[in-house]
Structures are given as C-alpha cells and as structure tokens.
C-alpha cells in the first residue's frame, strides 16, 4: 500500500486505532498496526500523539466521545421519564457483537495501571450515572416514578448492568435474554413501577 503521509488527518488515526483495539485489545495494539492500516508511517502517528500511551488515551476517550454522543441521542429522543429510561438502559446493555463493550472490559483492566484511561471511565461513568440520575428524577417529579433514593437506585442499577454484561460477555454464564429481564425486575423494583412497561 503506498503511503499517504499528508492525507491521514487525527480523526483517521484516532478512528482507525479504536478499530486496533477492537481487534487486539489495548495492551497488544501496536503503533506500527494503526500506521499499516492507513498506509502511513509511524512518524506521522507520533507527531500527532507523541507516544502510544498518548495515542491509547486519545482513542479512549474518541471511542468514548462516540458513546456520550449516543447515549445524549437516545435521551433527546424519549418522549417522557419512561420512554428515556427505556432508551438508554437498551442502549447502554451489549447487544449485536457489543464491539463498545469489548472496549469498556479492556479499558477497565488498562485503567489499573494506567491513570488517564481511568480518569476517562469515570468521567464516562459520572456522565451515565448524572443521565439516569436526571431522568430518575424527572420520573419523580411528574409521579412516574416512586423512589426514596434516587441517587442509590441509580448506582444499584449501575453496577448491576456493569457486572450482568461481564458475567455475559467473558463468563457466558448469563444470556442477554437473563441480562434484560434482571434489569427489568431490578429496575422496577427501585422505581416503584410494573416490570412489563419496562420490557
């Protein structure tokens, strides 16, 4: 492939290592991977980010750019406190090949030993948590919801997707089918509503 040194903007290179990472994982994507697949040399790669770890971070952070673009989406589009709960519970538990999930396990074990990918998960985590919370209280306020603690419901059903989709992903011990009904009984019982208008 003949090199395209001036073309590859940051963007191409941040899209094309998230791809990387997808396929290899963080700890084994190479610099060298990520300028082969744009047919460009490494060079240009370290005069955008300087070192791999930079470039990791960066696509971190892109990958999760993408996802909090997503999930403001899904809540734009609900038409009440229900509805946005609804959107973005579906859109936040894995479905199809859950490519995003993949990145977010990864991420979590990168983030022991590396400080910028783990001030990124919480940064993505607080943003998730500060959606649910809002449109728990929304639900609160017009009646649709009856909880005592919205803050400590929310964090419930927060770990609660974050643990279900692992034990699904890498431990294959629950199905998505098991996933959503947990969700969907856990959810009702900390919001006070029927579990079918959940499903």
């Known amino acids: 492939m003949a090199r395209r040194q001036v073309g590859v903007r940051r963007e191409e290179i941040l899209d094309a290592t998230v791809e990387q990472v997808r396929t290899t994982g963080l700890a084994a994507t190479r610099v060298s991977d990520v300028a082969g697949a744009l047919g ?19 696509a971190f952070e892109h990958a999760a750019a993408r996802d909090l673009a997503h999930l403001d989406a899904a809540v734009a589009q609900g038409s009440d406190p229900l509805d946005r709960l609804r959107r973005v519970v579906r859109l936040y538990g894995p479905t199809g090949a859950a490519v995003g999930w993949k990145i ?22 607080a943003r998730w948590v500060a959606v649910l919370r809002s449109i728990v209280q929304d639900g ?13 419901s929310v964090a ?22 098991q996933l959503r009904a947990w969700i969907a009984e856990t959810l009702a019982s900390e919001l ?6 959940l499903t």
């Open 40 to 58: 460009c040399s490494t060079a240009l790669v370290f005069y955008h980010f300087g070192t791999k770890d930079d470039l990791l971070v960066a």
């Open 104 to 125: 977010w396990i990864d991420g979590w074990a990168y983030a022991l030993r590396e400080p910028a990918i783990r001030r990124t998960l919480r940064r993505l985590e």
């Open 140 to 152: 609160v306020a017009d009646g649709t919801f009856t909880v005592k603690d919205p803050a400590a």
């Open 156 to 177: 419930k059903v927060s770990a609660l997707l974050d643990g279900l989709s692992v034990a699904s992903l890498v431990y294959g011990s629950v199905s998505r089918t």
């Open 192 to 197: 006070g509503v029927p579990e079918d208008v």
